[in-house]
Structures are given as structure tokens and as C-alpha cells.
């Protein structure tokens, strides 16, 4: 497993910009494809983006494409959410997550496809 280290989420008004950032530590931080989970208040954690371990692919749920961008630094072990044009409803502790990927091009967005989680960042958008 890999440990992470999310930061970055704060308070912010509708219509403003959050980038959050994972840093990860123990594991070959290139062979692992990322993503970024959320989970509001009450209720189920569901996914938000993914990238690849080469960074060549990525992959949004519909509600944040055009809005958010998931990108990683492999030099730097981090994996970074920009997120703009934020909502009320992107209120929600997220999550940074990894898995071992055998292919450079693979991505993954199901919950139980990661075996390492942070502890999440809260990101809370007024209106």
C-alpha cells in the first residue's frame, strides 16, 4: 500500500477555484494510477476523476467534466484537482486514492479498484 496526504480544500464561494493536492510515500508512486473520490454529508463516497500512471489518460464523472482537471506530477509523487466554477453541491470530503496499474494506459474509477486512501480534504462551496 500507498500513503497519502491530501490538502488543499478550504471554504469558497460559488463560481471560485480550488486546486487540491495528494502527496503520496511508500510505493513507486509512477506505477500507481490515481483518482479522487467525494463524499457529502450523509451520504455514499462516489468517484470524481482518474488518471492514468503515465498521466496519458483521465476520466470524469459527468458533473464535474469542463469543470475540474485531474493531473499528476510524477517527480513530485503528487496528484493535483483543480476544480473551477465550483457548486454548493461540490460540497464534500474528498479523497485521494491509489492502486498498482500493470499498464501505463489504464484507468480506474470504481471505489473497490483502490486499495490506499487519504484522509480526505474538506472543500465547502457557499452560495
Known amino acids: 500500500q500507498v500513503q497519502l496526504v491530501e490538502s488543499g480544500g478550504g471554504l469558497v464561494q460559488a463560481g471560485g477555484s480550488l486546486r487540491l493536492s495528494c502527496t503520496a510515500s511508500g510505493r513507486t508512486f509512477s506505477s500507481d494510477a490515481m483518482g479522487w473520490f467525494r463524499q457529502a454529508p450523509g451520504k455514499e463516497r462516489l468517484f470524481v476523476a482518474t488518471?492514468?500512471?503515465?498521466?496519458?489518460?483521465?476520466y470524469y464523472t459527468d458533473s464535474v467534466k469542463g469543470r475540474f482537471t485531474i493531473s499528476r506530477d510524477n517527480a513530485k509523487k503528487t496528484v493535483y484537482l483543480q476544480m473551477n466554477s465550483l457548486k454548493p453541491e461540490d460540497t464534500a470530503v474528498y479523497y485521494c486514492?491509489?492502486?498498482?496499474?500493470?499498464?501505463?494506459?489504464?484507468?480506474?474509477?470504481?471505489?473497490?479498484?483502490?486499495?490506499?486512501w487519504g484522509q480526505g480534504t474538506q472543500v465547502t462551496v457557499s452560495s
Open positions: 488518471i492514468s500512471r503515465s498521466g496519458g489518460r483521465t
Open positions: 486514492a491509489a492502486r498498482y496499474s500493470a499498464s501505463s494506459g489504464n484507468i480506474y474509477y470504481r471505489d473497490s479498484d483502490f486499495d490506499s
